[in-house]
T-cell receptor
Framework: GAVVSQHPSWVICKSGTSVKIECRSL??????MFWYRQFPKQSLMLMATSNEGSKATYEQGVEKDKFLINHASLTLSTLTVTSAHPEDSSFYIC??????????????FGSGTQLSVL | AQKITQTQPGMFVQEKEAVTLDCTYDTSDPSYGLFWYKQPSSGEMIFLIY??????QNATEGRYSLNFQKARKSANLVISASQLGDSAMYFC???????????FGTGTSLTVIP
């Protein structure tokens, strides 16, 4: 199956710093990538939908200035958590799909990034 | 609006036994796809099985099968011959014809007991 690489897998940073998380589709072109946030033992919460070459679409309640998403190419999307604070500590996971319209087109997920803000 | 409900926060099963994980959904879309994903403690999401709303037969993938009852709006996952490696979180998800995104349930934590 298709492979999505997410980096880093974990990061610890000081409050006030910015953290960038990369999501790459390794063997396919991802026209759409999704960024999720997951709290311990909870479901995935969609943060934003990233389309190559256009601005990301953010879900209600997600601060676009806080969580900057860039989808500069068909194989790379980045999520930057700006001025991170302890409440931003969470598991962030990206996913991608190849771009077809079939209902059976599944999402391929990265391995996730555990962010801890001190 | 789409909604996925998983009512079992945690399940236990004896090794080699079968287990059913429940999933119900609600949608107004005429066509939709239903998915199950497995999330081990390492965090990655692993695709298990897919069922289309117009598929005549229940989907099967190895030890995984989907008990799809359209009238009841349920899509339960059946894992046969459970293995210790099946211990993980399991998420039911849906994608409708009108949208781009997937909607996930709250997940079921499965523990396989040796």
């Amino acid at each position: 199956g298709a492979v999505v690489s997410q980096h880093p897998s974990w990061v610890i940073c000081k409050s006030g710093t910015s953290v960038k998380i990369e999501c790459r589709s390794l063997d396919f072109q991802a026209t759409t990538m999704f960024w999720y946030r997951q709290f311990p033992k909870q479901s995935l919460m969609l943060m934003a939908t990233s389309n190559e070459g256009s601005k990301a679409t953010y879900e209600q309640g997600v601060e676009k200035d806080k969580f900057l998403i860039n989808h500069a190419s068909l194989t790379l999307s980045t999520l930057t958590v700006t001025s991170a604070h302890p409440e931003d500590s969470s598991f962030y996971i990206c996913s991608a799909r190849e771009g077809g319209t079939g209902l059976n087109e599944k999402l391929f997920f990265g391995s996730g990034t555990q962010l801890s803000v001190l | 609006a789409q909604k996925i409900t998983q009512t079992q926060p945690g399940m236990f099963v004896q090794e080699k036994e079968a287990v059913t994980l429940d999933c119900t959904y609600d949608t107004s879309d005429p066509s939709y796809g239903l998915f199950w994903y497995k999330q081990p403690s390492s965090g990655e999401m692993i695709f298990l099985i897919y069922q289309g709303s117009y598929d005549q037969q229940n989907a099967t993938e190895g030890r995984y099968s989907l008990n799809f009852q359209k009238a009841r709006k349920s899509a339960n996952l059946v894992i046969s011959a459970s293995q210790l490696g099946d211990s993980a979180m399991y998420f039911c998800a849906m994608r409708g014809i009108t949208g781009n995104q997937f909607y996930f349930g709250t997940g079921t934590s499965l523990t396989v007991i040796p």
